[in-house]
């Protein structure tokens, strides 16, 4: 059974800096995968803002971030780390995970099959 569990959350001010993680378990049986995170604001689609590779850790990360997100993965975590902070960024932040069957695969944000339960980040004054 794949779990994964969100960390690192909180609230902080604008222009500052946040560090997530993601712990996962039960994906040692499954070779070649994609870890993802993704947010959902109020009243807002959920959105993909990063994704790493299991095989050669291709990493892809959305428009609305890029310059502002450093994903990296260490053993059984995932790591986003988030740079100047925006109100905009306000939004519950959950990591997933995608099972493919052989490698080289490039990273998406389609298809995920497991998710954690998120964790809030609130950027205000």
């Known amino acids: 059974q794949v779990q994964l569990v969100e960390s690192g959350g909180g609230t902080v001010q604008p222009g500052g800096s946040l560090t997530l993680s993601c712990a996962a378990s039960g994906l040692a049986q499954h070779f070649y995968y994609a870890i993802g995170w993704f947010r959902q604001a109020p009243g807002k689609d959920r959105e993909g803002i990063s994704c790493i590779t299991s095989t050669y850790g291709n990493i892809l990360n959305a428009d609305s971030v890029k310059g502002r997100v450093t994903i990296s993965r260490d053993k059984n975590t995932v790591y986003l780390r988030m740079t100047d902070l925006k109100p905009e960024d306000t939004a519950v932040y959950y990591c997933?995970?995608?099972?493919?069957?052989?490698?080289?695969?490039?990273?998406?944000?389609?298809?995920?099959?497991?998710w954690g339960q998120g964790t809030q980040v609130a950027v205000s004054s």
């Open positions: 997933a995970a995608k099972l493919y069957q052989r490698p080289g695969f490039w990273c998406s944000f389609l298809g995920y099959d497991f």
